[in-house]
């Protein structure tokens, strides 16, 4: 039984924006760092935000500033908001914590 889920994910026209959300086990949102990353069809998955224990939060270069990585600590989750979306953004997104992933959920940006 995976421990991270994620959800949130759809189509969106491009410009628009979405909420992603990963809720995870209670041992492993209290031990770890949490991080999204995609994967776009014919390439690497990649890292795109995370957030430690504490609230601090990292983000790769190309999405800082439209995607915010945050955790409520109260329901065991991260969400990543992601605004100004445009197709490039269209991939798998993956919630990531030590070595456990989540199944992922597709986000497809298109008019």
């Known amino acids: 039984q995976s421990q991270l889920g994620e959800s949130g994910g759809g189509l969106v026209q491009p410009g628009g924006s979405l909420r992603l959300s990963c809720a995870a086990s209670?041992?492993?949102?209290?031990?770890?760092?949490m991080a999204w990353f995609r994967q776009a069809p014919g390439k690497r998955r990649e890292y795109n935000a995370s957030i430690n224990l504490g609230g601090s939060t990292n983000y790769k270069v190309s999405v800082k500033g439209r995607f915010t990585i945050s955790r409520d600590n109260a329901n065991n989750t991260v969400y990543l908001r992601m605004n100004s979306l445009t197709p490039e953004d269209t991939a798998v997104y993956y919630c990531?914590?030590?070595?456990?992933w989540g199944q992922g959920t597709q986000v497809t940006v298109s008019s």
């Open positions: 990531k914590a030590a070595a456990h």
């Open positions: 209670r041992d492993i949102f209290k031990s770890y760092v």
